[in-house]
């Protein structure tokens, strides 16, 4: 059974840098695409950064591109999301995904179907 377990989440003041880490249980790590979505406060779920099986590539959701990086560890089955810059628009929950892929070098922003249970990120003054 496939377990992701979100940590780091908090409050911080706009401006202010924060990093979530997901680690996975039960699956061949190096075999899933990693990724972050994330959901505010009566919006829709949207994807947030994608990273590889390799983790040479990576797919960020444009609002971001410049200040959010995605990365992986496979010795310790765990991926982060470093978020820098934070603005009250980034506050939401959120959720690592994960997804078996052939391909090592794919992104997808869809199709995942394992999922956390989510972190809170609050960014305010």
């Known amino acids: 059974q496939v377990q992701l377990v979100e940590s780091g989440g908090g409050t911080v003041q706009p401006g202010e840098s924060l990093t979530l880490s997901c680690t996975a249980a039960?699956?061949?790590?190096?075999?899933?695409?990693m990724g972050w979505f994330r959901q505010a406060p009566g919006k829709e779920r949207e994807f947030v950064a994608a990273v590889s099986r390799s983790g040479q590539f990576t797919e960020y959701e444009d609002s971001v591109k410049d200040r959010f990086v995605i990365s992986r560890d496979d010795e310790k089955s765990t991926a982060y999301l470093q978020m820098h810059s934070l603005n009250p628009s980034d506050t939401a929950i959120y959720y690592c995904?994960?997804?078996?892929?052939?391909?090592?070098?794919?992104?997808?922003?869809?199709?995942?179907?394992?999922w956390g249970q989510g972190t809170q990120v609050t960014v305010s003054s």
């Open positions: 039960g699956i061949s790590f190096k075999n899933y695409i």
């Open positions: 995904v994960a997804k078996e892929f052939m391909l090592v070098h794919a992104t997808p922003r869809y199709g995942y179907d394992n």
